[in-house]
């Protein structure tokens, strides 16, 4: 079993930056691919980053505003986010996919709330 636990989030302005932090329980590997995603009210929830060994990938709308970054010996990842915009306004979930025996098992953390005021 895998927990995750977030936390960083918060209320910011426009231009501001955060730094969210979630931290793993369990055996997570490099391999294991980890991310953060998010879901704004009415819409559904999409990928903002993910890190897999030393591979990222970003959404093109967070693209040079957001680094997500890993620390295998803690098992956190971190998501750090400058320029941040009201439409960054969302929560924001961490995601840890494992693949154990051939099964895929994907985790989720309860969510972060990031609040950019205009």
């Known amino acids: 079993q895998v927990q995750l636990v977030e936390s960083g989030g918060g209320l910011v302005q426009t231009g501001g930056s955060l730094r969210l932090s979630c931290a793993a329980s369990?055996?997570?590997?490099?391999?294991?691919?980890m991310g953060w995603y998010r879901q704004a009210p009415g819409k559904q929830r999409e990928l903002v980053a993910g890190m897999q060994m030393v591979s990222t990938n970003y959404a093109d709308s967070v693209k040079g505003r957001f680094t997500i970054s890993r620390d295998n010996a803690k098992n956190t990842v971190y998501l750090q986010m400058n320029s941040l915009k009201p439409e960054d306004t969302a929560v924001y979930y961490c995601?840890?996919?494992?693949?154990?025996?051939?099964?895929?098992?994907?985790?989720w953390g309860q969510g972060t709330q990031v609040t950019v005021s205009s």
């Open positions: 995601n840890v996919v494992l693949f154990r025996g051939g099964t895929r098992t994907d985790y």
């Open positions: 369990g055996k997570i590997f490099s391999i294991d691919p």
